[in-house]
């Protein structure tokens, strides 16, 4: 199985994981995030990703100290300073949760932090779910997610509708 917990998968996969690995190394984003675990999950990984779908970047954050959190994504630099950033403090499950929301070159970025291991989170829990049902089933089943997703669906419904055929 690969091993999402880094990016160099994304060297031999598809254009645009090539691309998106382009991206990440050349401004160091996760080299910079180092200190929070930071995971790229989500669809781009798993290659069921349609036009528009963005980089989700899990990391874990101790919300105590959100602000040190938001001071290193800041000084970093690898957000440009004539960039929007829109910052949510969602709560999911019952948790307070931070995300950050940019354009980064031709792909829109979203850190994701939870005072949770990466490895323990949703996002990373369900891609990996994902990964192996695909693995399984074969490209036709690949394929038929992407066009559930093209028509608006979430990737549960994807997958629940598909499998379900």
């Known amino acids: ?13 598809n254009e645009k994981q090539k691309r998106v690995y382009e991206i990440l ?4 984003i996760l080299e910079k995030l180092k200190e929070y675990s ?3 999950a989500g669809t781009i990984p798993i290659e069921i990703d349609i ?3 963005d980089l989700d970047i899990i990391c874990e954050v101790d919300l ?3 602000e040190d959190f938001l001071d290193d994504l800041m000084f970093s630099k690898f957000i440009p300073h004539d960039v929007e ?6 709560i999911i499950n019952g948790e307070k949760c931070i995300v950050l929301n940019f354009i980064l070159e031709e792909f829109s970025i979203e850190i994701f932090g939870q005072n949770k291991p990466t490895i323990e989170q949703n996002a990373y829990r369900h891609m990996i779910a994902e990964y192996k049902i695909l693995q399984e089933k074969g490209e036709n089943f690949k394929q ?9 669906n979430k990737n549960r ?7 379900g055929a």
């Not at 880094?6 to 060297?11: E, F």
């Not at 950033?85 to 969602?90: D, G």
């Open 51 to 53: 036009e528009g779908s």
């Open 38 to 40: 930071p995971i790229l």
């Open 85 to 90: 950033v829109k910052v949510e403090y969602p």
């Open 64 to 66: 105590r100290f959100q």
């Open 1 to 13: 199985m690969i091993d999402f917990t880094t990016i160099d998968y994304l060297k031999n996969g």
């Open 25 to 28: 190394t050349k401004h160091q």
């Open 157 to 163: 419904t994807c997958f629940r509708n598909v499998a």
């Open 144 to 152: 038929k997610i992407i066009e559930f997703k093209q028509k608006g």
